[in-house]
Every structure is written in C-alpha cells, then in structure tokens.
C-alpha cells in the first residue's frame, strides 16, 4: 500500500514565499510529482522530481530527498491566482497509475 | 493540439442506476486513466486503460468498469450507483512508457446520487 501525507491548508499574502510538505510511504517509488487544482477545475501538472534535488520552473520549485520519503512545493512571489488546492502524487510501483496526497489548500491574501 | 474532454459536466442518477461517463483523450496519447476524486479529498485511481485493455486497477469494485476504443477515447461504466458514488469523476490521458508522463486531466463530471 502506499499513503501520502500533507498539510490540508496553507495560508500567505500576496507576494510571499509559501512551502508545502508532502511525505510519502511506498513499497516502490518512480517520481513524486506536484498538481494544482483551482476549485471546479481540472487538476494541472506543475512539476515532477524523478532523483533527488531541486527542479525549478519559473515562480515554482519541487525538491524531492528519496532517503527521507520526502517533498516539497516552493511558491515565490505568490500572486492571488495561485489560491488554489495542491496535490503531490507518487507514481504506482506497479504501473503508471498515481497515487494522491489529500491535498493542502493554499489561500493568498492581499 | 485538443486537450482532454469529458461528458457530461454534471449527472444527477438516482441509488441503483447506471452511468456511463465519456472521456475523449488528449491528441497523441495512448492511455487513459480514470480518478474518483471526493469533496476534499485528492483522486483516487479507478483503473487505466492502454492498447484498449486495463492496465491497472485502484480499490473499487467491479461495478465500476471501463472501456477504451481504438481513438483511444474511453468510457466508464459504475453499476448499482450508491450514495457515496457521489464524486468528480476525472479522466485523464498520458503517454505509455515514460515515467515523467505527466497526466492531462479533463474538467470532469459531477456525479450526484440521490
């Protein structure tokens, strides 16, 4: 069986930097990746961390330490648009399929 | 390039029902997966489809089945509905055989039994 595990809410103004954790136990492990999901929309990819470090894309980072079944999602410069909720995923031992944290639900303030 | 679409957006069935749920997959994927994703909670895998057999299948029953056709568009099928089917269905298209295959979800559809 595999579980992921993160916080459910996050709050940060506008313009801040915001972390989320997420931890993961798996019997196998193929990348941790990051999805955003706006309320009544489709969940979107952002990110994935096959080895351990950092990945960078533009305000988003994702770090991943295989050693300590553990990750994070760094947010800069953090911008209203961003509120939304935020799901890390493990891809399956067994196939392509992902396994989904409960999501952590980040609210900007202005 | 056409994204993932799913029909319909919204489904009201009544405990007992069927339902049949459409998902047309993103151009030049080759798999298709199916989530369950309650209020508040993140998805949760039903079942994925490549070369038109399931390719792997999450903790639901099997009223819950599927199908993939040779366009590689999908549909699920959820049998003798509960109440606590009650659920966003996603579906989402990837590309066989790359671990960092992101998957490209569909808005879904909003299933409530009553």
């Known amino acids: 069986g595999q579980s992921l595990e993160q916080p459910s809410e996050v709050t940060a103004v506008e313009g801040a930097i915001v972390q989320i954790n997420c931890t993961y136990q798996?019997?196998?492990?193929?990348?941790l990746s990051w999805y955003q999901q706006h309320d009544g929309g489709a969940p979107t990819f952002l990110s994935y961390n096959g080895l351990d470090g950092l990945e960078e894309t533009g305000r988003f980072s994702s770090f991943l330490s295989r050693s300590d079944s553990y990750g994070y999602l760094l947010l800069q410069e953090l911008q209203m648009k961003d509120s939304a909720s935020y799901f890390c995923a493990v891809r399956d031992n067994y196939g392509q399929n992902f396994v989904f944290g409960p999501g952590t639900r980040l609210s900007v303030l202005p | 390039e056409t994204g993932v679409t799913q029909s319909p957006t919204h489904l009201i069935k009544t405990r007992g029902q069927q339902v049949t749920l459409r998902c047309s997959s993103q151009s030049g994927h080759n798999t298709v997966s199916w989530y369950q994703q309650a209020l508040g909670q993140g998805p949760q895998f039903i079942f994925q489809?490549?070369?038109?057999?399931?390719?792997g299948r999450g903790n639901f029953p099997p009223r819950f089945s599927g199908l993939q056709f040779p366009n590689y568009s999908s549909e699920l099928n959820v049998n003798a509905l509960e109440l606590d089917d009650s659920a966003l269905y996603l579906c989402?298209?990837?590309?066989?055989?790359?671990?960092?295959?992101?998957?490209?979800f569909g808005n879904g559809t909003r299933l409530t039994v009553t």
């Open positions: 489809y490549y070369r038109e057999e399931e390719n």
């Open positions: 989402a298209s990837s590309l066989q055989g790359s671990y960092n295959s992101p998957l490209h």
């Open positions: 798996t019997s196998g492990f193929y990348g």
